[in-house]
């Protein structure tokens, strides 16, 4: 049976497992589900995930939720090798803690600036929340000073989710003219890893519309 994959592309998670399943080379139907609708809480759909979040992955009879698990799942079931999830301990930790640093970090912090926007509970960013930002984009700028790569000398899936993150953060209006590592990084990303572009371009262009069109003047400037 084929891989189903339910996804909101307003999410930066759902489009990680996306961008992660293109670069794998694996088929998946999409089924979309609009969380401003509230289809994650239907029924049928908390029978597969109690949490009700996304993205949701159904392999046969195998369910997964969560980005980054199924990012991690996807390279190791369906890759044609290990360049996107190094099987060695050491690389393969790396690749872990920077997926950690997007999911706790760089992640969280675009949530607490771009949710109360999305869903137009505010017009406005928070100091804190706003140098938060930054912050976690000084982190990523910093990684990428040795390979120009988030998690090695090659792209990995710790790049993948990093990258959709970075490429939300940037659709939203945030400044990466102070990140120059950073900038040319996601533009390798969108031209070298397969299916990014596909998977990513038109779900952060509609958060960052959404996002841009409720948002105050300046709020984002650093």
């Not at 489009?15 to 088929?27: E, F, H, S, T």
């Not at 930002?133 to 700028?141: I, P, R, S």
């Not at 262009?205 to 948002?215: A, D, K, N, V, Y």
Request: aromatic residues 10%; neutral net charge; glycine residues 6%.
């Amino acid at each position: 049976m084929p891989i189903t994959l339910y996804f909101d592309g307003a999410a930066p998670s759902s489009r990680i497992a996306l961008a992660v399943a293109k670069a794998v080379g694996v088929d998946v139907i999409v089924k979309k589900i609009d969380l401003a609708s509230k289809e994650h809480l239907r029924e049928d759909y908390l029978k597969l995930n109690p949490q009700h979040t996304v993205p949701t992955l159904i392999d046969n009879d195998f369910i997964l939720w969560d980005s980054h698990a199924i990012a991690t799942y996807l390279a190791s079931q369906y890759g044609k090798d290990d360049s996107l999830y190094p099987k060695d301990p050491k690389k393969r930790a790396v690749v872990i803690q920077r997926l950690f640093f997007n999911e706790g970090v760089l992640y969280s912090r675009l949530r607490a600036v771009g949710t109360p926007l999305y869903f137009g509970l505010k017009t406005t960013v928070d100091r804190d929340k706003k140098d938060a930002l930054y912050e976690a984009l000084d982190f990523l700028e910093k990684f990428l000073e040795r390979t120009g790569w988030v998690a090695g000398d090659h792209a990995t899936i710790a790049d993948i989710a990093c990258a959709v993150t970075a490429s939300s953060i940037e659709a939203i209006g945030a400044d990466l003219s102070g990140f120059p590592k950073t900038r040319d990084w996601l533009g390798r990303c969108r031209k070298s890893i397969r299916g990014f572009r596909e998977a990513d371009d038109e779900g952060a262009r509609f958060l960052g519309e959404t996002i841009r069109g409720r948002l105050q003047p300046h709020q984002l400037d650093r």
